[in-house]
């Protein structure tokens, strides 16, 4: 069984910024793509960026330009750096990892930009 552990989230202004982690049980590199998701309330769960085991990364247009996601193997973590923070960006966020066509999720943390 994989656990995917988030932490770093909190209360920030806006223009602020924040770096999420996301610990992974296993090491990272057998899993096919390590993604953050986020939700905001009364919404669906929206994706955020994805990173590859081939290094391929992607971005929503949302954060494309604000947001970097980045992983260690030798700590089995991925980050988003998330910069820029809109009020938008509130949310909770979650670490995805993708392994044989499975999905494994965190617990998510909450980020709420705010003044």
């Known amino acids: 069984q994989v656990q995917l552990v988030e932490s770093g989230g909190g209360l920030v202004q806006p223009g602020g910024s924040l770096r999420l982690s996301c610990a992974a049980s296993?090491?990272?590199?057998?899993?096919?793509?390590l993604a953050w998701y986020r939700q905001a309330p009364g919404k669906q769960r929206e994706w955020v960026a994805t990173?590859?085991?081939?290094?391929?990364?992607n971005y929503a247009d949302s954060v494309k330009g604000r947001f970097t996601i980045s992983r260690d193997n030798a700590k089995n973590t991925m980050y988003l750096q998330m910069n820029g923070l809109k009020p938008e960006d509130t949310a909770v966020y979650y670490c995805?990892?993708?392994?044989?066509?499975?999905?494994?999720w965190g617990q998510g943390t909450q980020v709420t930009v705010s003044a």
């Open positions: 990173i590859a085991t081939s290094g391929r990364i």
């Open positions: 995805n990892a993708r392994s044989g066509g499975r999905d494994y």
């Open positions: 296993r090491t990272i590199f057998t899993f096919d793509a």
